[in-house]
């Protein structure tokens, strides 16, 4: 089962930064957080990861709480084309070979 | 750069014949691969995965079987479809031993009638 809780689905204004929620309350002091994307009959696109700390790259930023219960991804400024379903995903496993528990993600609609 | 591949994009087939879905990673060596199932409107359900040439380790008792010939190539089959074996197949890799990021191939949706 998905270590992670996300809202169904979600609408934001194109132009408009989208802030997606993630809850991992029982996250694991060595897990770490990941966020993928699915556009329509596609495989997922990797979009950033994190630990403890913010992070940020070229697509978004990660936001994770201090307790590490919950996380929210950030899409500063959204497009028509950032409309796909977001995956939140606490990565488990050992060292060698990790597995990717993928729940039913945030279903992300932007609108004109 | 790598690169990862997936074929056939798409692929109906009826009840009861076999399937062979092949994968192939280029740009990278000895990377864990993985096969994924989603069903329709549904999450990603690990199916199998190897950490390197001949090891096969599975997720999920079922009608399905992977193999792994080559060090970048990975299938995935069966020797009698069901009905319950539609869905859309997702191949991925990862740098061995890093816990880095999967990276997912375009898909093979099948369809089984």
């Known amino acids: 089962d998905a270590k992670t809780t996300q809202p169904t689905s979600m609408d934001c204004a194109e132009g408009r930064a989208a802030n997606l929620p993630c809850n991992h309350s029982?996250?694991?002091?060595?897990?770490?957080v990941y966020w993928y994307r699915q556009i329509h009959s596609q495989g997922p696109q990797y979009i950033i990861h994190?630990?403890?700390n913010n992070e940020t790259n070229e697509m978004a930023s990660l936001i994770i709480t201090e307790d590490r219960k919950s996380s929210t991804l950030i899409l500063p400024h959204a497009t028509l084309r950032d409309t796909a379903v977001y995956y939140c995903i606490v990565r488990e496993g050992s060292y060698n070979t990790d597995k990717l528990i993928f729940g039913t993600g945030t279903r992300l609609q932007v609108f004109p | 750069s790598q690169t990862i591949h997936q074929w056939p994009a798409t692929l109906v087939q009826p009840v009861g014949s076999p399937l062979s879905l092949e994968c192939t990673v280029e740009?990278?060596?000895?990377?864990?691969l993985y096969w994924y199932r989603q069903a329709a409107g549904r999450g990603l359900q690990l199916l199998f995965y190897s950490v390197g040439i001949g090891q096969i380790s599975s997720e999920v008792p079922q009608n399905l079987s992977a193999s792994r010939p080559q060090d970048r190539q990975f299938i995935l089959s069966s020797k009698k479809l069901l009905l319950s074996d539609s869905g859309f197949y997702l191949c991925a890799w990862e740098v061995r031993g890093l816990r880095d990021t999967q990276y997912f191939g375009p898909g093979t949706r099948l369809t089984v009638l």
């Open positions: 740009g990278t060596s000895n990377p864990n």
């Open positions: 029982t996250i694991s002091g060595n897990e770490y």
């Open positions: 994190g630990l403890k």
